[in-house]
Nanobody
Framework: QVQLVESGGGLAQAGGSLRLSCAAS????????MGWFRQAPGKEREFVAY???????IYADSVKGRFTISRDNAKNTVYLQMNSLKPEDTAVYYC????????????????WGQGTQVTVSS
């Protein structure tokens, strides 16, 4: 069983930055694909980025060039650096993990954190 705990959310102004962290416990972190998803009110949960255990990183088009996912396997932590924030980035951000290769579908991820709120004001 893997437990995920997100932190780092909060309020930012448009154009500002935030960094989210997700600490994992349980099985070997380096063997997991780690993903970030987000869900805005009234919308479905959507893919943001993932960091595969093979080293690959994929981003949603909406965040490409603004967000960076990274991981520190020694600390069992994955990060999401969010720059040039926009009001449309406002959502609850979730960290997720799966034991296989990276995918964009939330249903493929086995473990989830509780989420952290990100609010971007205009």
């Amino acid at each position: 069983q893997v437990q995920l705990v997100e932190s780092g959310g909060g309020l930012a102004q448009a154009g500002g930055s935030l960094r989210l962290s997700c600490a994992a416990s349980g099985r070997t972190f380096s063997t997991y694909t780690m993903g970030w998803f987000r869900q805005a009110p009234g919308k479905e949960r959507e893919f943001v980025a993932y960091s595969s255990y093979t080293g690959g990183r994929i981003y949603a088009d909406s965040v490409k060039g603004r967000f960076t996912i990274s991981r520190d396997n020694a600390k069992n932590t994955v990060y999401l650096q969010m720059n040039s924030l926009k009001p449309e980035d406002t959502a609850v951000y979730y960290c997720a993990a799966r034991t296989k290769w990276g995918t964009l579908s939330a249903r493929d991820y086995e473990y989830w954190g509780q989420g952290t709120q990100v609010t971007v004001s205009s």
